[in-house]
């Protein structure tokens, strides 16, 4: 019974986890179409929730003032990413990536959320280094 109950917690806890590295390519993903200025593109690694708070227009118009101050993508590096549970006690990957720009270096956060068994951006925070 002891057996029993433990291979069904270990079942149910892995069930909840989000997979880090389907978290970071999803994370890349959008970078990628952000840095190519497919910003429509960049629509689809977005939850519900953030596409909703904000026109694809808005977001565009957004990104495009970020290039002009920050420059060319030259790369990105992961620093940490770590599986926590989010405002809606969710389970979720934080990630967190230091990003080279021509201009200025970024410091890059995200919240990467399984929603309708894909991964989706939940909340991205982008500040200087």
Known sequence: ???????????????????????????????????????????????????????????????????????????MECLSAVNANDANDQPCVNLEYKVKRTKINTIEDFTVVKEEGKYKISDQNIKQQ
Request: negative net charge.
């Open 1 to 75: 019974m002891k057996k029993l109950a433990l291979v069904f917690t270990l079942f149910v806890l892995a069930g909840c986890s989000i997979d880090q590295n389907k978290a970071k390519s999803a994370v890349e993903a959008l970078e990628q179409r952000i840095n190519t200025g497919d910003y429509a593109g960049a629509t689809q690694y977005y939850s519900e929730q953030m596409n909703l708070n904000e026109t694809p227009e808005q977001r565009a118009a957004k990104f495009k003032q970020l290039y002009d101050v920050v420059g060319d993508f030259v790369s």
